[in-house]
Structure formats: C-alpha cells, structure tokens
C-alpha cells in the first residue's frame, strides 16, 4: 500500500489519498483486487458518505455505464436460461400465393395411399408430389440435441363438375428434409352440393409436427402435396390458391400458404 499524506501549516485537518492493492503491490486505482472475490451479502453500488447505496432487484443484473460513470442495475428483457433446459435458436417464415395448380382437372390420382418416414420425394411409387416452390428453406443445424417444430398451414380448394352433385378429392401434404419425408397428413375435400357457390368448396388445412434430434449440417425444408384420389376426373382442384381469378368466392391471398420452422436446442455451458 502507497500513502501520500499532505500537511498544511497552520491547519489541524489531514488530507489523505490512497490506493489500496490485494493481492498486488502496485495497486491501480483505489482498491485493486488481484484473485478470486466472495461476497457473503449484498452488493451495493451508487452510495454516498450520507447515504448508502442501491442492492438492486431480484433478477437484476449490474451494468457498466462507460468511463467515470459508476454501474447501475437493469433488469434483463431475457430470461436466464439453465442447462437442460431447451431454448429457441432461430424461426424461419415463408408464405407463398402461386400454390400447386398442375393437380386440377384431367390430372390423374397417383393412388398411392401410404408414405412411410425416409420415403424420396423424386421416388414416383411413393406418390406423385409437387413442390410448393415459395415455401422452401435452408438452413443449418450446429446442436445435435434439438428439436424441429414444423406448422404447415394452406387453402384447399376444388370446384365440381355440376354444382348440384357432391364431388371429392382426396390428398396429402407433407414435409421433406433433405428430400426425404419427415412429416405427412392426407385429408378430404367435398362439394357437399354447394348450389350457392357454383360448385365450389373452401377448407383450410393444417400439419404440425416436432422432429427430434436432427443431424448436424446444412437442411432444406420443402413441402409438397399429391392427389390420392378423385370422385370425378373433371373435379378442378387446387392448393394454396383459387381454381379460377374470375370467382368471387376466394382469391389467393385467403388460400395463401404459410410456413414456419423453430429450431430448438439444448443449453448446455461449457466450463473454462
């Protein structure tokens, strides 16, 4: 420890100034601390010889505010999170209005009514699939432990040959990564005689789905949806748009198609 102590003649009072070191002989500031600290009670910071100084909230965290400002507690926006737990990484939103119309009328079903997990999307005895080119994405895992939240959402649409009989259309959608199928739900659409609208019938269809530990690297996502089967080869029929730009029913906006990934992984923390 350095002292300077400065005496004025005349005066009884003593001016003193100090730097005191801990583990250090040439101390930097007032007290300089070299090693490891513990503190058996509060820390408080921002206090005077008159008043003492602020302990902060519970949660708080202390910040620095630059050179010659003293520090000041503020609370996180974001939560702690504690190894074990699982934490969001990153979301991924497409959408997409040109839709699949190329499995309209004249367009047979493949009739193919089962997929299985790994089944390629290029492989034709598993189905005839078609892209929904907008809503693709890559992507790149780094966590071996995750998780992948998939929410697919769409406009089915069909219009019947004669709007006094009931038509259908049986279909599937399903997710692919890495052109392998890794989520899938078939579903049906009828025309329940639907005089009013001229034959034509709206639904809204949805797939959701979590994968578990995906594989490290790079992943493109895609989506496509098949015909299983028809009631009536003349049945029009589309997905994520209107059969037609000239009926007042629908357009492509309400039949629009949507997306979203969320990948999830594990905290871990690694000790230095």
């Given at each position: 420890?350095?002292?300077?102590?400065?005496?004025?003649?005349?005066l009884?009072?003593?001016?003193v100034?100090?730097?005191?070191?801990?583990?250090?002989?040439?101390p930097k500031?007032?007290?300089?601390?070299?090693g490891?600290?513990?503190?058996?009670k509060e820390?408080?910071?921002g206090g005077?010889?008159?008043q003492?100084?602020?302990a902060?909230?519970?949660?708080?965290v202390?910040v620095s505010q630059?050179?010659?400002?003293?520090?000041a507690?503020?609370?996180?926006?974001?939560?702690?999170m504690?190894?074990?737990?699982y934490?969001?990484?990153?979301?991924?939103?497409?959408?997409?209005?040109a839709?699949?119309?190329?499995?309209?009328?004249?367009?047979a079903?493949?009739?193919?009514y089962?997929n299985?997990?790994?089944?390629?999307?290029?492989?034709?005895t598993k189905?005839?699939?078609?892209?929904?080119?907008?809503l693709?994405n890559n992507?790149?895992?780094k966590?071996g432990?995750?998780?992948?939240t998939?929410?697919?959402?769409?406009?089915?649409?069909?219009?019947a040959?004669?709007?006094?009989?009931?038509?259908?259309?049986?279909?599937?959608?399903?997710v692919f990564?890495?052109?392998?199928?890794?989520?899938?739900r078939?579903?049906?659409?009828?025309?329940?005689?639907?005089?009013?609208?001229?034959?034509?019938?709206?639904?809204?269809?949805?797939?959701?789905?979590?994968?578990?530990?995906?594989?490290?690297?790079?992943?493109?996502?895609?989506?496509?949806?098949?015909?299983?089967?028809?009631?009536?080869?003349?049945?029009q029929?589309?997905?994520?748009?209107?059969?037609?730009?000239i009926?007042?029913?629908?357009n492509?906006?309400?039949?629009?198609?949507v997306?979203?990934?969320?990948v999830?992984?594990?905290?871990?923390?690694k000790?230095?």
């Open positions: 420890m350095k002292r300077i102590i400065y005496c004025a003649a005349g009884l009072s003593l001016c100034s100090a730097q005191v070191g801990i583990g250090t002989s040439a500031s007032t007290l300089d601390v070299n490891k600290t513990t503190l058996r820390l408080r910071v005077t010889s008159a003492v100084g602020n902060g909230l519970n949660g708080q202390l630059g050179e010659g400002l003293p520090p507690w503020k609370s996180l926006n974001v939560s702690f504690e190894e074990g737990q934490k969001l990484i990153n979301s991924y939103l497409s959408s997409d209005q839709g699949i119309t190329e499995l309209s009328n004249g367009i079903a493949d009739n193919v089962k299985n997990v790994g089944d390629d999307i290029t492989d034709v189905g005839k699939w078609s892209k929904i080119a907008g693709e992507f790149i895992i966590n432990r995750n998780r992948l998939y929410q697919f959402q769409t406009g089915i649409e069909m219009k040959p004669s709007a006094t009989t009931s038509q259908s259309v049986t279909f599937t959608c399903g990564r890495n052109g392998k199928l890794v989520a899938v078939p579903d049906k659409i009828v025309s329940n005689n639907n005089t009013e609208k001229l034959g034509i019938q709206d639904y809204i269809f949805t797939l959701n789905y979590t994968e578990q530990n995906v594989p490290l690297g790079a992943q493109k996502l895609e989506v496509a949806c098949r015909k299983i089967n028809s009631s009536n080869l003349s049945s029929f589309t997905i994520g748009r209107n059969v037609s730009d009926n007042t029913v629908s492509a906006f309400t039949l629009e198609s997306m979203k990934i969320d999830i992984e594990y905290v871990t923390y000790s230095n």
